[in-house]
């Protein structure tokens, strides 16, 4: 029996070749430099921040060089595929804006490459397995899973290589005849790749990040196909993809470099050409004094639902992710704080060899700075969207008291230096609440700091409220009234005068103030008071003193 009959007996159905996928689907007419890339998750478990580093770099790629940016869901590992896991990768990529040019989604497909999804390229690929087999590159192996598991065992407790390779690979040799009969009587087979191989000739594989690296060709027959399913392995479906889809550039994780050798050989047992690969580091986490990778069941930032449910603004979160992909990101940033993310020059060269530090103090300092530059209106509408997905009780406060909170959230907000008070929009309502009567009422608890006699508290608050407070006056006339009842009532107006002589005074216009802040607020520490005062106004300023009186 010849290779091609053995080939016709396992996939007696497939009559195209990878000829006519060739026309099917031909180069890309793009312009020169253009770079086809794309996005390729397996759904066995949900997006977490190193698929949205390789989702944003992608991105950027394409947008800067004018070319193509798909999706691809690599769906071949269906016994570990995960409920809903589909679905949240079209979420994240539609909640950062980050749009696919290709894509299959909801029964619609976007581009002229497709099937963007695996499970419905079976045919293309039985068509290239079938040309391997044909021309002796593919065989079906008859190990069975004891027979696999004894090797494993031996090949560890031995400390050599694990795989099926040279006297482990028994059925490579076997007569075609052999194999048909075995086929024939219904015996479980994989297809295996046959390795030309040897581990110790090295060729030069060049990484756009680490630059040229010797590695040992594969020689290893791995399998590219199970009888049960008929599904390719990631391995060989992703070399077909890549080729038939004209990517010219692949970026995935650096744990993916010792794949290298199969992939190389891979192509070139098709004549097909390589794309460029971009390695990108591990992304690590400090964890006390030591810095590890960081880990889906132990850290919640490594899952993309923490940032949304954290209420991270989305442009925060790209360029938290561009700041440890590119060494020259942040600088690029300060000089172009207005320019959209994918307008960034980036470079493989600029990525850390050594692992990507994820710092979440990092990334709320660069979520503060964007809500600072927010306007209260817009602040508003975004903290209000969030809330209504994951805080009712907040949503439904903020809807109610829409003016106050804008007022709020635009105290010392359009300056030169805005406050820098929210990281996200979770930080909000810890900040504001006393604001909303009905949560005020709850937390009767008073911050006083040096005064905290409440005769002298009432007299001061008395005083203020119905002799000296005008919602009419302007920053400067209500703070030369506070001074001036702070002189009335043995305050010192001039910390000056204070320091040089502290035993003169019942203490200084800051004390004085505070007084005024917690009895309004019930906290010591809060945004400018005077803004403050005029959102509550003086008939709740005057509610809540009488509030105080019977609870303090």
Known sequence: MTNQELADLIFPNITKTPSDYENLYPKRDLGEGAKVVRFAPSPTGFMHIGNMMS??????????????FFLRNEDTDQARSVDGAVEFIHHVLSHYDIYPDEYE????????????????????????????????RAYPCF?????????????????????????YAKFRDISNDEAARRIKNGEKFTIRFRSEGDFNRKFIFEDLTKGKIEMPENDIDVPIMKSENLLPTYHFAHVVDDHLMRTTHVVRGEEWMSS?????ELFASFGFKMPKYIHTSLILKKDGDTIRKISKRKDPEALMFYYEEKGYPTIAVIDAVLTIANSNFEEWRTYNPDKPFYEFPFSPKKMSASGAL?????????????????SASKLYEEYLAWAKKYDEHVYELISKYKEDTINFLNIERETKKPRKDYENYISIFPKTWYIYDEEWNK????????????????????NYLNNYYNELDTEEEWFNKIKELCDKMGYASNMKEYKENPDNFKGNVADFTTVLRVVLTTSCMTPNLYDI???LGKERMLTRFSIFIKQY
């Open 55 to 68: 989702a944003t770099i992608n991105y950027v790629l394409a947008k800067s060089s004018n070319g193509i």
């Open 105 to 136: 989604y909801n029964g619609k497909t976007v581009g002229n490459y497709g099937p963007y999804i695996q499970s419905e390229r079976i045919e293309i690929y039985h068509a290239f397995i079938k040309h391997l087999i044909s021309i002796g």
């Open 143 to 167: 190990l069975t899973s004891d027979e696999l598991n004894e090797i494993r065992e031996y090949q560890s407790k031995s400390k050599k290589r694990i795989g099926i390779y040279g006297r």
């Open 260 to 264: 290298v050798p199969l992939h190389h």
């Open 358 to 374: 994820f710092d979440l103090d990092k990334l709320d300092n660069i979520s503060k700075n964007y809500i600072s530059k927010m």
């Open 443 to 462: 937390k009767l608890k008073y911050d006083f700091t040096k005064i905290t006699d409440k005769e002298e508290i009432k007299s001061i608050m008395d």
């Open 533 to 535: 005062m005029h959102i």
